[in-house]
Nanobody, 126 residues
Framework: VQLVESGGGSVQTGGSLRLSCEIS????????MGWFREAPGKERAAVAA????????YVADSVKGRFDISQDNAKNILYLEMNNLRPEDTGMYYC????????????????????WGQGTQVTVSS
């Protein structure tokens, strides 16, 4: 399984970016996919995740109202739409996939996902 992220870059505070994650399999093959962020000096943390079959989505409180996760079934791509970006959103963003059902309590746990992309850097300047 291959996951390839793209769309990162450098923006100013208040700017927007859309990250893409292309999965090498039919997106419905994975039960859950998520976006995680690793900021300098911090642990990798979930920003959004969803169940691919139902597209039921969950977004971390820190980005609620600004970030949205979605998928394109025809292209097998997972997106992370990021608006009103802040300097604290800076970090390496990774998409991840797992081929089994995760409970809501584990959906945001990085250790629950065995498949990861290489990451794409997002830098937000003030």
């Amino acid at each position: 399984v291959q996951l390839v992220e793209s769309g990162g870059g450098s923006v100013q505070t208040g700017g927007s970016l859309r990250l893409s994650c292309e999965i090498s399999l039919y997106i419905y093959s994975s039960y859950c996919m998520g976006w995680f962020r690793e900021a300098p000096g911090k642990e990798r943390a979930a920003v959004a995740a969803h169940y691919t079959g139902t597209a039921t989505k969950y977004v971390a409180d820190s980005v609620k109202g600004r970030f949205d996760i979605s998928q394109d079934n025809a292209k097998n791509i997972l997106y992370l739409e990021m608006n009103n970006l802040r300097p604290e959103d800076t970090g390496m963003y990774y998409c991840a996939a797992v081929f089994k059902f995760l409970t809501r309590s584990t959906l945001f746990e990085a250790s629950a996902y065995p498949y990861w992309g290489q990451g794409t850097q997002v830098t937000v300047s003030s």
